[in-house]
Protein backbone atom coordinates (compact mmCIF):
# COMPACT_ATOMS: atom_id res chain seq x y z
CA UNK A 1 0.00 0.00 0.00
CA UNK A 2 2.86 2.17 0.54
CA UNK A 3 3.89 1.50 -2.86
CA UNK A 4 0.91 2.62 -4.60
CA UNK A 5 0.59 5.55 -2.29
CA UNK A 6 4.17 6.73 -3.08
CA UNK A 7 3.46 5.52 -7.11
CA UNK A 8 0.21 7.58 -7.36
CA UNK A 9 1.61 10.45 -5.86
CA UNK A 10 4.36 10.15 -8.21
CA UNK A 11 2.47 9.50 -11.90
CA UNK A 12 0.01 12.48 -10.70
CA UNK A 13 2.79 15.11 -10.32
CA UNK A 14 4.26 14.28 -13.70
CA UNK A 15 1.38 13.88 -15.21
CA UNK A 16 -0.69 16.76 -13.65
CA UNK A 17 0.45 18.60 -16.54
CA UNK A 18 -2.10 16.50 -19.08
CA UNK A 19 -5.14 17.34 -16.66
CA UNK A 20 -6.94 20.14 -15.20
CA UNK A 21 -8.61 17.68 -12.69
CA UNK A 22 -7.49 19.18 -9.24
CA UNK A 23 -9.28 16.96 -7.43
CA UNK A 24 -7.12 14.04 -8.19
CA UNK A 25 -4.07 16.01 -7.81
CA UNK A 26 -5.50 16.67 -4.14
CA UNK A 27 -5.75 12.52 -3.79
CA UNK A 28 -2.45 11.61 -4.50
CA UNK A 29 -0.62 14.19 -2.68
CA UNK A 30 -2.49 13.14 -0.07
CA UNK A 31 -2.13 10.09 -0.24
CA UNK A 32 1.36 10.07 -0.92
CA UNK A 33 2.01 11.65 2.05
CA UNK A 34 -0.03 9.30 4.49
CA UNK A 35 2.02 6.71 2.47
CA UNK A 36 4.99 8.11 4.36
CA UNK A 37 3.73 8.16 7.72
CA UNK A 38 2.51 4.60 7.21
CA UNK A 39 5.85 3.75 6.49
CA UNK A 40 6.99 4.58 10.26
CA UNK A 41 3.98 2.37 10.85
CA UNK A 42 5.71 -0.55 9.29
CA UNK A 43 9.13 0.21 10.82
CA UNK A 44 7.67 0.62 13.96
CA UNK A 45 5.47 -1.90 14.32
CA UNK A 46 6.07 -4.65 17.07
CA UNK A 47 8.51 -7.42 16.08
CA UNK A 48 10.15 -5.61 13.37
CA UNK A 49 13.01 -4.63 15.45
CA UNK A 50 14.19 -1.83 13.48
CA UNK A 51 13.16 1.13 15.81
CA UNK A 52 13.71 0.54 19.63
CA UNK A 53 9.94 -0.10 20.51
CA UNK A 54 9.07 -2.69 23.03
CA UNK A 55 5.15 -1.39 22.26
CA UNK A 56 2.53 -1.85 19.55
CA UNK A 57 0.67 1.44 20.78
CA UNK A 58 3.20 3.81 18.53
CA UNK A 59 2.90 1.52 15.44
CA UNK A 60 -1.58 2.12 16.52
CA UNK A 61 -1.11 5.90 16.74
CA UNK A 62 0.54 6.35 13.52
CA UNK A 63 -2.36 4.22 11.63
CA UNK A 64 -4.74 6.50 13.41
CA UNK A 65 -2.74 9.27 12.58
CA UNK A 66 -2.39 8.83 9.12
CA UNK A 67 -6.19 7.88 8.52
CA UNK A 68 -7.12 10.79 10.12
CA UNK A 69 -5.31 12.67 7.91
CA UNK A 70 -6.31 10.69 5.30
CA UNK A 71 -10.42 10.58 6.02
CA UNK A 72 -10.00 14.47 6.07
CA UNK A 73 -8.23 14.97 2.90
CA UNK A 74 -10.97 12.78 1.40
CA UNK A 75 -13.83 15.21 2.75
CA UNK A 76 -12.20 17.89 1.62
CA UNK A 77 -11.54 16.22 -1.84
CA UNK A 78 -14.96 16.88 -3.58
CA UNK A 79 -14.13 20.75 -2.95
CA UNK A 80 -11.49 20.76 -5.07
CA UNK A 81 -12.94 19.92 -7.92
CA UNK A 82 -14.17 23.75 -8.45
CA UNK A 83 -10.76 25.17 -7.36
CA UNK A 84 -7.34 24.90 -7.91
CA UNK A 85 -4.14 24.67 -5.42
CA UNK A 86 -1.13 24.40 -6.34
CA UNK A 87 0.63 21.27 -6.27
CA UNK A 88 3.69 22.83 -4.12
CA UNK A 89 1.39 24.05 -1.64
CA UNK A 90 -0.61 20.94 -1.16
CA UNK A 91 2.76 19.38 -0.66
CA UNK A 92 3.75 21.63 1.96
CA UNK A 93 0.58 21.74 3.78
CA UNK A 94 0.26 17.54 3.24
CA UNK A 95 3.83 17.30 4.57
CA UNK A 96 3.97 19.32 7.36
CA UNK A 97 1.03 17.53 8.90
CA UNK A 98 2.53 13.99 8.60
CA UNK A 99 5.41 15.68 10.07
CA UNK A 100 3.78 16.89 12.79
CA UNK A 101 1.92 13.29 13.30
CA UNK A 102 5.40 11.31 13.17
CA UNK A 103 6.53 13.75 15.73
CA UNK A 104 3.78 14.24 18.13
CA UNK A 105 4.10 10.13 17.92
CA UNK A 106 7.67 9.46 18.70
CA UNK A 107 7.62 12.96 21.55
CA UNK A 108 5.19 11.08 23.13
CA UNK A 109 2.44 13.65 22.83
CA UNK A 110 -0.04 11.69 21.05
CA UNK A 111 -3.09 9.91 22.69
CA UNK A 112 -2.73 5.72 24.06
CA UNK A 113 -4.48 3.86 21.25
CA UNK A 114 -2.90 0.29 22.42
CA UNK A 115 -1.81 -1.03 26.01
CA UNK A 116 -0.54 -4.72 25.17
CA UNK A 117 -1.81 -7.49 26.93
CA UNK A 118 -5.18 -5.36 27.05
CA UNK A 119 -5.68 -3.85 23.62
CA UNK A 120 -7.23 -1.29 21.84
CA UNK A 121 -8.06 1.95 23.76
CA UNK A 122 -11.22 3.57 23.75
CA UNK A 123 -9.46 6.85 22.01
CA UNK A 124 -8.34 3.95 19.48
CA UNK A 125 -11.83 2.56 18.49
CA UNK A 126 -13.96 5.99 18.95
CA UNK A 127 -11.36 7.40 16.36
CA UNK A 128 -11.94 4.19 14.09
CA UNK A 129 -15.65 4.76 14.06
CA UNK A 130 -15.17 9.01 13.65
CA UNK A 131 -12.88 7.87 10.27
CA UNK A 132 -15.97 5.70 9.47
CA UNK A 133 -18.26 8.40 9.91
CA UNK A 134 -16.64 10.97 7.93
CA UNK A 135 -15.67 8.39 5.43
CA UNK A 136 -19.21 8.04 4.81
CA UNK A 137 -19.61 12.05 4.60
CA UNK A 138 -16.80 12.44 2.05
CA UNK A 139 -18.76 9.96 -0.06
CA UNK A 140 -22.20 11.34 -0.15
CA UNK A 141 -20.02 14.94 -1.60
CA UNK A 142 -18.92 12.98 -3.80
CA UNK A 143 -21.73 11.53 -5.31
CA UNK A 144 -23.42 15.18 -5.29
CA UNK A 145 -20.75 16.40 -7.11
CA UNK A 146 -20.16 13.27 -9.32
CA UNK A 147 -21.22 15.45 -12.50
CA UNK A 148 -17.26 17.12 -12.56
CA UNK A 149 -15.94 13.52 -13.04
CA UNK A 150 -15.84 10.67 -15.61
CA UNK A 151 -17.89 7.37 -14.31
CA UNK A 152 -14.86 5.50 -13.94
CA UNK A 153 -13.02 8.01 -11.74
CA UNK A 154 -16.51 8.34 -9.28
CA UNK A 155 -16.57 4.53 -9.66
CA UNK A 156 -13.16 3.95 -8.02
CA UNK A 157 -12.91 6.59 -5.58
CA UNK A 158 -16.17 5.42 -4.33
CA UNK A 159 -15.66 1.90 -4.26
CA UNK A 160 -11.79 2.38 -2.44
CA UNK A 161 -13.83 4.75 0.13
CA UNK A 162 -16.27 2.14 0.47
CA UNK A 163 -13.26 -0.37 0.95
CA UNK A 164 -11.53 1.89 3.29
CA UNK A 165 -14.92 1.53 5.92
CA UNK A 166 -14.64 -1.83 5.87
CA UNK A 167 -11.03 -2.17 6.38
CA UNK A 168 -11.49 0.52 9.40
CA UNK A 169 -14.19 -1.51 11.06
CA UNK A 170 -12.00 -4.25 10.86
CA UNK A 171 -9.58 -2.52 13.17
CA UNK A 172 -11.94 -1.92 15.81
CA UNK A 173 -11.88 -5.78 16.52
CA UNK A 174 -8.60 -6.86 17.65
CA UNK A 175 -7.20 -7.45 21.00
CA UNK A 176 -3.77 -8.73 19.58
CA UNK A 177 -1.51 -6.82 16.94
CA UNK A 178 -1.26 -10.62 14.93
CA UNK A 179 -5.28 -10.87 15.14
CA UNK A 180 -6.73 -11.86 11.84
CA UNK A 181 -8.89 -9.15 12.08
CA UNK A 182 -6.03 -7.12 12.14
CA UNK A 183 -4.03 -8.85 8.85
CA UNK A 184 -7.98 -8.32 7.01
CA UNK A 185 -8.01 -4.57 7.63
CA UNK A 186 -4.38 -4.35 6.17
CA UNK A 187 -5.26 -6.57 2.93
CA UNK A 188 -8.53 -4.07 2.38
CA UNK A 189 -6.49 -0.87 2.85
CA UNK A 190 -3.99 -2.48 -0.15
CA UNK A 191 -7.15 -2.82 -2.34
CA UNK A 192 -8.56 0.58 -1.47
CA UNK A 193 -5.36 2.11 -2.24
CA UNK A 194 -5.41 0.48 -5.78
CA UNK A 195 -8.64 0.90 -6.76
CA UNK A 196 -7.69 4.90 -6.29
CA UNK A 197 -4.34 4.30 -8.00
CA UNK A 198 -6.29 2.84 -11.05
CA UNK A 199 -8.92 5.49 -11.22
CA UNK A 200 -5.70 8.21 -10.92
CA UNK A 201 -3.91 6.86 -13.67
CA UNK A 202 -7.38 6.38 -15.94
CA UNK A 203 -8.01 10.35 -14.88
CA UNK A 204 -4.32 11.66 -15.47
CA UNK A 205 -2.77 9.62 -18.15
CA UNK A 206 -5.57 7.35 -20.38
CA UNK A 207 -8.33 9.66 -20.95
CA UNK A 208 -6.06 12.91 -21.44
CA UNK A 209 -4.27 10.86 -24.57
CA UNK A 210 -7.67 9.86 -25.43
Known amino acids: SIIIALTALIVTLVSRHFTKNYFVVFIAIALGWCGLIDLFHTLMYKGMHIFPVDSANQATQLWIGARLLQTF????????LTRAIPPVRLNLFF??????????????????????GQGLTPFKIYSEYLIIAVMAVALLLLWQRRKFLSAKLTA???????????????????????????LLGHILKVYAYWFIYMALVESTLKEPFS
Open 156 to 182: GVCLAVVTMMISEFSFTQYVSVYADSN
Open 73 to 80: ALLAAPFM
Open 95 to 116: GLMSVAIITAVMQGFFPVAFID
